[in-house]
């Protein structure tokens, strides 16, 4: 083919592709949505249309779908999403505009029947075909403590009333009781002031009760309304399953943005079942959720995670069972080209009672980062095996970064495949579990720059971990886990390597601080010198106890904390107390830190990929997600650091008694 008749064919493909593509260009649009508007409208900006479920229905890849002010109360279920990254499906509330998207109905007609106790009769047909007050929460790994619970829910006035075990528990006297459901039993409030939009600004979840039962043709629900009429006031109750969820997985490359979505019947999510939560990306790839308030969900509230099939709830809870679901997840396309790379950013999840971000195996290769996330499986009703502030199973190349996660069950739990993981700069407190659990994960993953504010730090039922530059001002347990084979892969893929039990260790902890609680060891520590099940402990001596040995340096330990046998280089402080509060003030929260002449003492370097090494069991280098080297070279504010580290967070704070702003 001579030079000039080249020049033409490829000009002539260049047509051809272009003409490919005008269509999607030129159709892309923005279609809106008002409470004044009709689905028979052209969904212009003068001629809205009235639900985003028929914006849904027109949208195109490259569309955007802008929702005004007001209270929409339905479900959506996008038909399609974009084609990619640049080509997406956008969801959006109009730039300041407040839009909530409730999948609750007001509800009135209640007459009083005893007492405080009033009650309500409600047509069937009112739910069409999914009822939440006869749909009953199961599946794997759920503990129902005894009795049965319903994915219905009743508010008043946006508070949460709590179910009841049998009806006559509605007239049973109770010195709890509130005066105003409103003003019922509630959570602790977070330090410092939040937008008044802030579901933390609420009331958590009130003792009065409800209950309901569902016949062949009518609902009836009961509730306390102590002193309060509950026709003059705003009374809800749940009647979707789910706010923005696709029935289909592969409804990929949306983008929802700006809502508040409230008041969801989600079911029970386990990794081995579809995952459905108030928000859910349904085995999609290329989701952004982001800058949305997401709250009361009955178990999850954003799920990254995991198609639906035959197998759903049958693997009784067993390790072998989750390795099947894994098999089938690999072969309906479970890998990097087709599922994940979500980004979840910027949001406040809160009032959920299993999770407040859940995913199993759909939230690899994506990035959650700048979120609050609070009041997660604070009233512990039912329980389970899935509860978390952020729980992932496979979390693979996934980055989760600078949020804060506070008032949870747990704060991250990483249970299977955290491999490439990175979980960075994030603050942790006030958590009645552990800040964060890694379950039978065999590396590499990284934890720098954080802040573990919690009573517990962090439990390790892991291997192959490097935590570096982080504040662990609670204790840490360790534990080996023998009885599970569990999965490690080749780098930042999907694909299984093989599967291995946890013997522990094989961790890396460089320029991390330790604070204890004026206690030494003593005995425990010798005590614990053969142990092979839990030890918990300030400092690093419980891991002397584990098969594979630990790689130190650069830590200092404070207060009673004690290093790892093996550390040689360890600066210790046994009288120390560096007291570090966390307190708020004016919508801040700062840690009042005393810090001295230790830093100065610990010899730290740069924490690199080459530093790291390879985790023992799966041979895989600690790198970033694309594969480049890893240098941890900021701090958690994200300032530079020197060739000689800080240990700890905060790179040069000063020293004597210091106030630093973390939110």
Same mark, same amino acid.
């Given at each position: 083919?001579? !030079?000039?008749?080249?020049?033409?064919?490829? +000009?002539?493909?260049?047509?051809?592709?272009?003409?490919?593509?005008?269509?999607?260009?030129?159709?892309?649009?923005?279609?809106?949505?008002?409470?004044?508007?009709?689905?028979?409208?052209?969904?212009?900006?003068?001629?809205?249309?009235?639900?985003?479920?028929?914006?849904?229905?027109?949208?195109?890849?490259?569309?955007?779908?802008?929702?005004?002010?007001?209270?929409?109360?339905?479900?959506?279920?996008?038909?399609?999403?974009?084609?990619?990254?640049?080509?997406?499906?956008?969801?959006?509330?109009?730039?300041?505009?407040?839009?909530?998207?409730?999948?609750?109905?007001?509800?009135?007609?209640?007459?009083?029947?005893?007492?405080?106790?009033?009650?309500?009769?409600?047509? &069937?047909?009112?739910?069409?075909?999914?009822?939440?007050?006869?749909?009953?929460?199961?599946?794997?790994?759920?503990?129902?403590?005894?009795?049965?619970?319903?994915?219905?829910?009743?508010?008043? %006035?946006?508070?949460?009333?709590?179910?009841? !075990?049998?009806?006559? *528990?509605?007239?049973?006297?109770?010195?709890?009781?509130?005066? *105003?459901?409103?003003?019922?039993?509630?959570?602790?409030?977070?330090?410092?002031?939040?937008?008044? *939009?802030?579901?933390?600004?609420?009331?958590?979840?009130?003792?009065?009760?409800?209950?309901?039962?569902?016949?062949?043709?009518?609902?009836?629900?009961?509730?306390?309304?102590?002193?309060? %009429?509950?026709?003059?006031?705003?009374?809800?109750?749940?009647?979707?399953?789910?706010?923005?969820?696709?029935?289909?997985?592969?409804?990929?490359?949306?983008?929802?943005?700006?809502?508040?979505?409230?008041?969801?019947?989600?079911?029970?999510?386990?990794?081995?079942?579809?995952?459905?939560?108030?928000?859910?990306?349904?085995?999609?790839?290329?989701?952004?959720?982001?800058?949305?308030?997401?709250?009361?969900?009955?178990?999850?509230?954003?799920?990254?995670?995991?198609?639906?099939?035959?197998? %759903?709830?049958?693997? !009784?809870?067993?390790?072998?069972?989750?390795?099947?679901?894994?098999?089938?997840?690999?072969?309906?396309?479970? &890998?990097?080209?087709?599922?994940?790379?979500?980004?979840?950013?910027?949001?406040?999840?809160?009032?959920?009672?299993? !999770?407040?971000?859940?995913?199993?195996?759909?939230?690899?290769?994506?990035?959650?980062?700048? &979120?609050?996330?609070?009041?997660?499986?604070?009233?512990?009703?039912?329980?389970?095996?899935?509860?978390?502030?952020?729980?992932?199973?496979?979390?693979?190349?996934?980055?989760?970064?600078?949020?804060?996660?506070?008032?949870?069950?747990?704060?991250?739990?990483?249970?299977?495949?955290?491999?490439?993981?990175?979980?960075?700069?994030?603050?942790?407190?006030?958590?009645?579990?552990?800040?964060?659990?890694?379950?039978?994960?065999?590396?590499?993953?990284?934890?720098?720059?954080?802040?573990?504010?919690?009573?517990?730090?962090?439990?390790?039922?892991?291997?192959?971990?490097?935590?570096?530059?982080?504040?662990?001002?609670?204790?840490?347990?360790?534990?080996?886990?023998?009885?599970?084979?569990?999965?490690?892969?080749?780098?930042?893929?999907?694909?299984?390597?093989?599967?291995?039990?946890?013997?522990?260790? *094989?961790?890396?902890?460089?320029?991390?601080?330790?604070?204890?609680?004026?206690?030494?060891?003593?005995? +425990?520590?010798?005590?614990?010198?053969?142990?092979?099940?839990?030890?918990?402990?300030?400092?690093?001596?419980?891991?002397?106890?584990?098969?594979?040995?630990?790689?130190?340096?650069?830590?200092?330990?404070?207060?009673?904390?004690?290093?790892?046998?093996?550390?040689?280089?360890?600066?210790?402080?046994?009288?120390?107390?560096?007291?570090?509060?966390?307190?708020?003030?004016?919508?801040?929260?700062?840690?009042?830190?005393?810090?001295?002449?230790?830093?100065?003492?610990?010899?730290?370097?740069?924490?690199?990929?080459?530093?790291?090494?390879?985790?023992?069991?799966?041979?895989? +280098?600690?790198?970033?997600?694309?594969?480049?080297?890893?240098?941890? +070279?900021?701090?958690?504010?994200?300032?530079?650091?020197?060739?000689?580290?800080?240990?700890?967070?905060?790179?040069?704070?000063?020293?004597?008694?210091?106030?630093?702003?973390?939110?």
């Amino acid at each position: 083919m001579n !030079a000039s008749r080249a020049r033409r064919l490829s +000009a002539l493909q260049a047509s051809l592709a272009f003409l490919l593509i005008f269509p999607a260009i030129v159709s892309a649009r923005e279609l809106h949505v008002a409470l004044n508007g009709s689905d028979t409208n052209a969904g212009t900006a003068s001629s809205p249309l009235r639900t985003i479920q028929r914006a849904a229905d027109l949208a195109q890849p490259g569309d955007v779908v802008t929702v005004h002010a007001g209270i929409y109360r339905e479900r959506i279920n996008p038909p399609r999403g974009g084609t990619s990254d640049t080509q997406r499906i956008v969801y959006q509330a109009a730039p300041g505009e407040k839009v909530e998207i409730k999948g609750s109905e007001i509800v009135k007609g209640w007459v009083k029947d005893r007492g405080d106790v009033w009650k309500v009769t409600l047509p &069937n047909a009112m739910f069409g075909a999914f009822n939440p007050y006869s749909d009953v929460i199961r599946g794997d790994w759920f503990d129902p403590r005894g009795r049965e619970h319903h994915t219905g829910a009743v508010y008043l %006035d946006g508070v949460w009333l709590t179910e009841a !075990a049998k009806l006559d *528990d509605l007239f049973a006297p109770s010195d709890a009781r509130s005066a *105003d459901p409103a003003g019922g039993a509630k959570a602790a409030r977070p330090a410092g002031k939040r937008r008044p *939009d802030d579901p933390a600004n609420q009331p958590s979840w009130s003792t009065n009760l409800w209950y309901a039962r569902v016949d062949a043709s009518h609902t009836t629900i009961w509730a306390q309304f102590p002193g309060v %009429d509950p026709n003059e006031r705003c009374v809800e109750i749940n009647v979707r399953r789910t706010v923005f969820y696709p029935d289909r997985p592969g409804r990929n490359y949306i983008t929802l943005r700006g809502f508040t979505l409230r008041h969801a019947a989600t079911p029970w999510a386990p990794p081995t079942a579809e995952q459905i939560g108030l928000v859910g990306t349904h085995w999609s790839k290329g989701w952004i959720i982001e800058n949305n308030v997401v709250s009361h969900s009955i178990c999850s509230g954003i799920a990254l995670g995991k198609h639906g099939d035959q197998f %759903d709830n049958t693997s !009784a809870n067993t390790a072998e069972g989750y390795v099947k679901t894994i098999e089938r997840g690999l072969a309906r396309g479970w &890998n990097r080209e087709t599922i994940g790379h979500h980004v979840v950013r910027n949001n406040v999840i809160s009032h959920c009672e299993q !999770a407040g971000i859940v995913g199993s195996l759909g939230a690899a290769f994506s990035v959650v980062t700048g &979120n609050t996330i609070h009041d997660i499986h604070v009233r512990r009703l039912f329980s389970g095996a899935e509860m978390a502030g952020i729980k992932f199973h496979a979390a693979i190349d996934t980055v989760i970064q600078g949020n804060h996660i506070f008032r949870t069950c747990r704060g991250l739990w990483l249970d299977w495949m955290a491999q490439g993981t990175r979980v960075s700069r994030n603050l942790f407190h006030d958590n009645l579990g552990e800040d964060v659990f890694v379950e039978v994960n065999h590396g590499p993953f990284l934890a720098d720059n954080n802040l573990f504010l919690s009573a517990t730090s962090l439990l390790d039922m892991s291997e192959g971990g490097a935590y570096v530059h982080n504040l662990f001002a609670g204790r840490l347990v360790t534990s080996p886990e023998p009885n599970r084979q569990t999965p490690y892969h080749p780098a930042h893929s999907t694909a299984l390597a093989g599967l291995a039990p946890t013997k522990g260790g *094989d961790d890396r902890f460089y320029n991390n601080l330790f604070v204890g609680r004026g206690e030494a060891p003593g005995s +425990a520590r010798q005590k614990a010198a053969n142990q092979r099940g839990w030890i918990a402990g300030y400092g690093l001596w419980m891991y002397d106890a584990r098969e594979y040995p630990l790689a130190t340096g650069g830590n200092v330990y404070y207060f009673g904390a004690q290093p790892y046998a093996k550390e040689t280089d360890a600066v210790v402080e046994p009288a120390t107390n560096p007291d570090v509060r966390l307190v708020g003030e004016g919508g801040q929260l700062r840690v009042e830190v005393t810090f001295g002449g230790e830093l100065a003492r610990a010899r730290t370097s740069l924490v690199t990929t080459s530093r790291l090494g390879k985790a023992k069991v799966a041979g895989v +280098a600690y790198e970033n997600a694309d594969g480049s080297p890893i240098t941890v +070279a900021t701090d958690y504010f994200g300032k530079p650091r020197g060739e000689r580290p800080t240990p700890g967070p905060f790179e040069n704070p000063g020293a004597g008694r210091l106030v630093l702003t973390v939110k």
